[in-house]
């Protein structure tokens, strides 16, 4: 064996015996893939990999993904040898609450983690968001991945995968974890495609390597730096728990402790000290040394705010919010050069591309519209991984009631921390004709229970300027719920300050005494205006936007806005939530069933979404009070 190989196995070693270490204290954990992938982690770091430890979000750095998350430690204990912040105490603190080492990579916990993984299969997304986004910058770094079997059976890796080869992302390479072993037990079980032969039709380079042995490692990374034409898989075959002595290669290595006899006979085995978290001294000394010099790290630039050039936009009316929204998009690229846009096969029907530029293509990265095809989840991972490089603010969109195929992937951007801007459309049954596979039920609900996501249905144009403004403002991630049909400019008497409260009132009683409170967002807005009419003078109506954005306001004000003695809330979607608002006794118009086939006014008065029969519903409340 040659002097570099003996020190790569010393920290492979090194590398298993952390993680049992880990394990065994924490009582709990996935010692298997750390174990079983000690060589390929010792060779990226010591190798192949362009850090700086010192400068963790270095720009020309390259990333490194987890996707199989639950291997937490194999990442942790390369981090720490390589001189990132985690340090012994931190791999003593595995899985425990507050820690810097929880069970799965953490962004916002961990420096030196590219992405929070976990979900099976998003880890690739999120790689080939990373991969696309150093190709708009013009970056030659790489992103690697580390997938597990998990993630290949996972459809989000398909889809994503597929846009890859599709666009020769040739800055991005997946190690296939391939050890044959599941929590349940063996692969075969449950899986049998080629998997080779997948990648190669969706025209990546494919590589089959023996993941323990480095020279057969390095034949394969060395040719990568400066000769990689294509995005490339290596099926990595390895042995879970590579190094116990009973347990390697079988499900009993997969997600919990060895148990102190195998690992003190692991550890003999291994020619390892049976002292507890012990590191060699020359490991950090060899390891530390490859940090790069460079310090430049990656800010990606400040997003201003541009509501003067937001606020001075015309429109014509009625106008689609679809169609406002889409305005102020493309006036707004012009200011933001980070600005990537892309639809799910639908930008001509949702409106989210950006006229004056180009799209980005296999041999041209230098549009900012990205055509993802019909490939909603992926859409989102690639976002989220976009966004995750501080280079790129992705705006994808698609129909509202297709939000569902991507949900995992908002609520993993939200929990990152990230900004994506969602620009879903076709908000609810009055999309008519196309019926309720398309018409949006519990969406519009299921969005705003995702914690961090702001979620606002403007009501009209004035109101989608607002909805930019406040998406600008705000350093997560934003949903834009927005109409098919064109909606009437409604009569403001409020400020754009009181609009950004997520909800005020559009219209004032005319007494002292608030006799009803009418609660509406979107396109409702209009149709509990002309309820209001019918009412009487001492009727208020309540735009309310952004449920998200008045949580935020003080006690006072949002007590002072949710004033009237019935109190009825007019939403095309589920009504949960709104009692909240409208209390145990108000009235909730809102659907309990999916839609149906037809037009505007057809489904008006199927579900009871006209004047009459919403003046029917309170009459008749009142008579039984």
Not at 10 to 33: C, F, N
Not at 40 to 57: E, H, I
Not at 372 to 381: I, N, S, T
């Amino acid at each position: 064996m040659s002097s570099s190989n003996k020190m790569l196995k010393k920290i492979a070693d090194t590398i298993r015996s952390l993680t049992m270490d880990s394990v065994e204290k924490a009582g709990s954990g996935h010692p298997g893939l750390p174990m079983g992938c000690a060589e390929l982690g010792a060779y990226l770091f010591a190798v192949f990999l362009q850090y700086n430890s010192s400068s963790p979000k270095w720009k020309d750095r390259d990333r490194l993904i987890l996707s199989a998350g639950h291997g937490s430690l194999w990442l942790y204990t390369c981090l720490h040898l390589a001189g990132y912040s985690i340090t012994i105490d931190d791999l003593k603190q595995f899985r425990q609450f507050g820690s810097k080492t929880p069970s799965h990579p953490d962004v916002i916990k961990t420096v030196g983690i590219e992405a929070t993984t976990g979900v099976d299969g998003q880890g690739v997304g999120y790689a080939v968001g990373q991969a696309l986004a150093l190709k708009i910058k013009g970056l030659t770094c790489k992103v690697i991945v580390l997938a597990g079997d998990g993630c290949l059976m996972e459809g989000i890796s398909y889809e994503s995968c597929s846009l890859a080869g599709h666009l020769n992302l040739n800055n991005l390479i997946v190690i296939y974890d391939s050890n044959r072993t599941t929590l349940d037990g063996y692969v075969n079980e449950s899986y049998s495609e080629d998997v080779r032969s997948r990648f190669y039709a969706q025209r990546w380079e494919t590589f089959e390597i023996d993941g323990h042995n480095f020279d057969q490692i390095d034949q394969v990374f060395s040719t990568l730096r400066e000769k990689q034409t294509k995005p490339v898989i290596i099926i990595a075959n390895t042995k879970i728990g590579r190094g116990s002595p009973t347990k390697e290669g079988t499900p009993a290595a997969h997600g919990r402790p060895l148990g102190k006899e195998e690992v003190e006979k692991a550890k003999e085995a291994l020619s390892i000290s049976l002292e507890p978290f012990h590191v060699d001294p020359t490991i950090y000394t060899f390891l530390r040394k490859r940090s790069q010099k460079s310090s430049e790290e990656t800010s990606g630039s400040t997003i201003k705010k541009f509501q003067s050039i937001i606020m001075s936009t015309a429109f014509s009316s009625p106008i689609a919010s679809r169609w406002a929204s889409h305005k102020i998009l493309n006036i707004l690229s012009e200011y933001i050069p980070e600005m990537v846009v892309g639809s799910a096969d639908l930008s001509s029907s949702d409106g989210t591309f950006l006229q004056n530029y180009g799209f980005i293509s296999r041999d041209d990265f230098v549009g900012r519209n990205i055509k993802y095809g019909v490939r909603e989840f992926a859409m989102g991972c690639i976002a989220a991984g976009m966004s995750q490089t501080g280079l790129v603010l992705p705006v994808i969109g698609t129909f509202l009631a297709f939000s569902d195929y991507m949900r995992s992937a908002i609520r993993m951007a939200c929990l990152m921390r990230l900004r994506v801007i969602y620009h879903f459309t076709h908000d609810s049954i009055f999309l008519g004709h196309d019926g309720p596979t398309h018409q949006p039920i519990e969406q519009l609900s299921s969005l705003r229970g995702i914690p961090g996501l702001l979620v606002i249905r403007p009501a009209d144009s004035f109101e989608v300027k607002m909805a930019w403004i406040a998406t600008l403002q705000y350093e997560g991630s934003t949903a834009l719920i927005l109409s098919r049909q064109p909606l009437p400019e409604l009569n403001h008497n409020c400020s754009l300050e009181d609009a950004l409260k997520g909800a005020y009132t559009i219209k004032h009683e005319e007494t002292e005494f608030i006799k009803y409170l009418l609660l509406a967002t979107g396109s409702e807005v209009q149709l509990a205006l002309e309820v209001a009419k019918e009412l009487g003078p001492a009727t208020r109506v309540v735009s309310m936007p952004s449920w998200e954005l008045f949580e935020k306001q003080s006690d006072a004000y949002k007590e002072s806005v949710l004033k009237g003695n019935l109190k009825v809330s007019i939403e095309a979607g589920i009504e949960q939530g709104w009692h909240k608002y409208i209390g145990s006794d108000g009235i909730a118009i809102a659907l309990s069933d999916f839609g149906e086939g037809g037009s505007i006014t057809d489904l008006q008065n199927y579900f009871g979404y006209t004047t009459k029969k919403i003046l029917n519903r309170i009459r008749k409340a009142e008579s039984q009070d």
